[in-house]
Each structure stands twice: as C-alpha cells, then as structure tokens.
C-alpha cells in the first residue's frame, strides 16, 4: 500500500466529498470530522431515547385504543431510531457504553427541546406535529450526509417519521373538533412549544461554530436559518387552518419574498436551558439514569449467560 | 354488525370469556407499557413495547367480537367501565416492579396464553376460533422471547438468580389467578367453547414446571403419580370483579384523559 | 465497564428469491436473542422471510484504503457481453 502524505489524503477526501460520494467506515478521514460525527450522531441518538420521555410518560393516560397503540408505537420508533443512530456512531470506533455514559454523566448534549415538559394530553400531539415536523426537515438534509452510516439511519429514520407527523397531526385535529376544553388545551400548548420548537433549527449562522465546518463536509447542507423558515412556512398555515395562532403577533407573510417574518426566539433561553437550567433538564436525565441503573443487573446478567452457555 | 350465536351456546357466559381475555389483555399491556423508555437497554425496549402493542391489540380484537355480540364498544370497555366491573385476573394487574418480575410474569402469562389460544383454536364458536387462531402466532413469539430470558437469568449471576427466585414466590401464586373458574363456564364446557380453566392450569404446570426448574428455580410444586400438587394459595377474585387497589389506580390513569370527554373526539 | 454487549450485523431478506441485505447492526447477549432483537428493530414494519445475524468481530472486510485489491489495469472488455456486436438476423 502506498504511503501518502496527510496533504494528500485531506485533498482526496475533499475531492470525494465534493463528488457528492460518501465516506465509509475505514475510509481514511480528517480527525475533525470524525469528531464532528460522533459529536453530531451521538447528539442525535441521545435525542431520540431522551425524547421518549416527555411523550412516553402520557402512554398510561392515552385516551382510546387507537391513541394508545399509536402512542406506544411512536415512542418505540424513537428507541428504534436511537438504536439506528448509535449503531452509526459506533462505527466511527466509539462505544454505545462509553457514548451513553457522556450523556448520563451530563455531558453529552440533546435536543433542547425535550427539556421542555409535557402538562397536558393536547403536548403530545403538538410534539409529534410540531417538533417532528421540524425534526423531519432537519433530518432530510441529513439523510444527504457525506458519512454513509449516518445517511443510511437517516433514510430509514425519515420514513418513519412521516407516521410520527401524521398521528400527531390527526391527534390535533380530533382534539380541535372537539369540546371548548380541548380545543383551549391544543391552544395553551402551541403558545408553550412554539419557541423550543424554533429553537430547535439552532442559532442564526453567526452563532454556531458547527455549522461552517459541517457544511464544508457537507454533514449539514443547510442553514439553520434556512431550516426554521422552511419550517415556519410549512406549519403556520397549517395551524391558522385548523383555527389555532402563534404566540407571535408579528408572523405575518411578506407577500415578496413569500416567507413568514417572525420573532426570534431568546437565544439566551437556549443556551440557559441547554447548559442544564431548563424546567426538566434534571428530570430526563434522572430517568435515564435510573433505567440505566435499574438494568444493569440484567445486562450483566445476560452477558455472563453467553459465555456460561459457550462453555 | 351483529354476530348470531349458535342456540346452544350460552351468550351471557360467552361474552363474560371474551371480556376477561380482553381485560387480562389490555391491564398487561398497560403494563408492559410502562417499561417503554425505561428498560434495561435500548433492544429490550423496543421488543417490550412490540408485546405491550399486540397484547393492547389483541384486548381491541376480543372487545370487538364482544360488541358484535351485543356488547358495549372497545373504548368504552377500556376507558368508561368502572375499575370493579374489569374482570382481569389480579396477576396482571399488579406494579410492574423490577425487571425480574416482569419477566417472570410474562413468562408464565405467555405460556397461559399459548395453552388457551391452543384450546380456543377448536372452539365450536367460529369468531372465537378464528381470533384464536390469529394471536397464538404473535403469542408464540412472545413467549419465544420471555422464555429466552427466563432460561437466561434464571442461573446467570447470583443477583439474577435472587431476583428472579424473588420473583417466581411472588408471581408463582398470582399466576394460578389466570385459570380461576368463570361463572357459568360449565355451559361453555357443554357447548364445546372451550375446554374450562382446570384442564388449561394442568396443561399450563406441564410446562412452566419443568422449564422454570431447569432454570434453577424452585416452585412450590410437586409432582406425585402424573398429578401436580401445588403448595400456594392461588390469588383469585378476579373474574367475579373482586378487584384491589392497584386495578383501581391502574384504571383511574387509564380512563382520565380519555373522561375529559367520554366518547368524544379523540 | 461495557455492559451493552457485543455487536450483530443483520442481514434481511424481504422475500424468498431476493438477496440478504445488511440493514444494521443489533448489541444481543447471544445469536439466538439477536435474531431476536433483529425482527423487532428491522422487521416490525416490513414483512420479512429470513433475518441473517453476524458477530460483527466475524465480518472479514476490505480496505478502502487498499487500492490494489480491486484494481484492474489492462482492458478486459472482451468479457463483457456489452463488447461484443449482436450480429444481423440471419446474416451469415
């Protein structure tokens, strides 16, 4: 095998990026971008199995068999997406236990959103609307990732979330057909989501260092920016037709431009909330852990067997 | 759409079977349901909520024929009844406590069900038999995975040995709760319904005593010229409504959301 | 301490006659249990006929960075049924 210089390796790197071709495990990579994946798919994965929580507590209290069952089905796709996502990062040679360890101990981050808490049956609907219609956009763009793995969870990943969009949706529609109650309680947590939600396509440009080096390895292909006004196009006509507002009196549409103008979120809330100051921060990592904790016995447990039965 | 009942087939008893196989099935799958977010590692909770939604579903299928019997809807069943009308045998009512515990529960539930759904397989009444015939498969799965784990940690560590011994002397006398007798089951024996409760346990201790004991665990069980005697007391009371505390809780959270408007737009 | 187990690669064939395709990876405490855990993240959506599961420590690979395992240099076209003209209908 011929040995090449750093200089040499880096510039056909680019080169195949450029290409559009993606890179695979055991492809040689530029150290910062492979710290820049598992950063960003360790992210992900510990977004999907902290984003359970918030939805997953109301499984007990879904009202009917059929939300019940797509509940329960919903929730197991965010543990299945976890499992897609940490799979991804494990093959850029870091380990589930080491990756799950980072978040426990805090300091791994996750989407901020889900420090947010879930007081009402109307949260869960509005999450599987909101949140993951975000989410879905985001997730296209990255389902064009550089790194296969990654682009591979994602494709898998995106075709399930159609599912989670359209039962959060149809949750919302039912509960706007309803009673006065139940159209207030879809009211009251549109106006508590709308800005987490915003905040979930990240700061402005400006203020993100990922973003640069990600679009340069095409990790990411879009803005931040770009993302939350694609978002906010697609969703506010979508919740004035169902009869419901946004907490912002200046959404309103620039007939030349065709975008929403909107407010934006405090910058400030985020970086507070994710440094560990949010309502439920504590609560979702404490949850974790404790299942974590609760099951470790029987990880060992199954472990020890395999080898008892291999003797 | 109602269903016509064969002349000789009591209807009365015949639903009061469908609704305890509905009620066994939904309170479980609540149940299982609780570990979704919370279980020991990321696989075995995808594979938990796959068992609590085919057991959630199966409740729907059995509440379904009940009402094409003449009986109220599924949602209403679920979500409106009075948490004394359920007729869910205790067992499956109870706190999921530790994983140990729900394994074992699930084990030996898996197993009743496979030697049930055998049974209602060849029900002289057409829709039980063909529900029947549809769950046993996605049971037969369930069943393959509670036993891989029972054979696993019943002798892996010293903890999972304790544990789950722990968990087979609490669960062990609750279980037998799954075969109490129906009333009016002796008309469902005529009519060729089903075999009964007492023909299903004996069938049900051939195999979860033999399995249970190579997986080291002991049961308060003997066997004495082809006859098994058992040295527990049995936790029934369920299928005559004699329901405890935490079907009642388990019932409350169940139906408080969906009360906000009952048999409304959901 | 590791206590996630170790890896499976999965293969999933969607239908007798169609070729296994690695879809993923599962952490299972043994084959049996990640055959397993296999249907339930790969196949709870999709109807499957057969799940395949390797150790991932048993899966040999090649090198990307090994550029001579798949070179061919000199032309081999006269192999490729595309190289050769379809001759006229009953020209001799």
Known sequence: MNEKSQEVLLAEFDARVARGEKIEPGDWMPADYRKELIRMISQHAHSEIVGQLPEGQWIPFAPGFRRKLTLVAKVQDEAGHGQLLYTAAETLGKSREAMMDELLTGKAKYANVFNYPTPTWADVGIIGWLVDTSAVINQTMLAQSSYGPYARAMKRICYEEAFHIKQGYDSIVALAKGTPEQRAMVQDSINRWWYPTLMMSGPPTKLSEHTERSMKWKIKTKTNEQVRQEFINLIVPQIRALGFEVPDPDCKLNAQTGHFEYTQPDWNELKRVVNGDGPCNKERLDTRRKAHEDGMWVREALAVANKKAAA | MLLEVPTDIPKEALQRLLVALADDELVLGHRDSEWTGHSPILEEDIAFSNIAQDEIGHALLWFTINEQLGGKSPDWMGFERNWKHFTCCHFTAFPKGDFAYTVVRQYLFDVGEQVRLKNLSTSSFPPLKEAAEKIIMEEGYHLMHSQSLVERLGDATEESHKRMQAAIDTAFPQALGMFEELTGEDELVKAGVFSGNEPLKEQWLEIVVPALTSASLELPVEKKNGKFTIDAKAEEGGRKGWQKEHLKQLVEDLQTVYKMSPGGSW | ?92
């Open chain 3, 1 to 92: 301490m590791d206590t996630q187990w170790e890896t499976y690669e999965v293969f999933h064939q969607t239908k007798r006659g169609d070729p296994h395709v690695h879809v993923g990876a599962v952490h299972a405490p043994d084959p049996h249990m990640a055959l397993q855990m296999a249907r339930d993240q790969f196949a709870r959506r999709m109807k499957c006929a057969s799940i395949w599961v390797v150790r991932t420590k048993d899966v040999a690979r090649t090198d990307y960075q090994d550029e001579t395992f798949f070179a061919q240099i000199l032309d081999k076209s006269y192999r490729d049924p595309k190289a050769f003209e379809a001759p006229d209908k009953g020209e001799h």
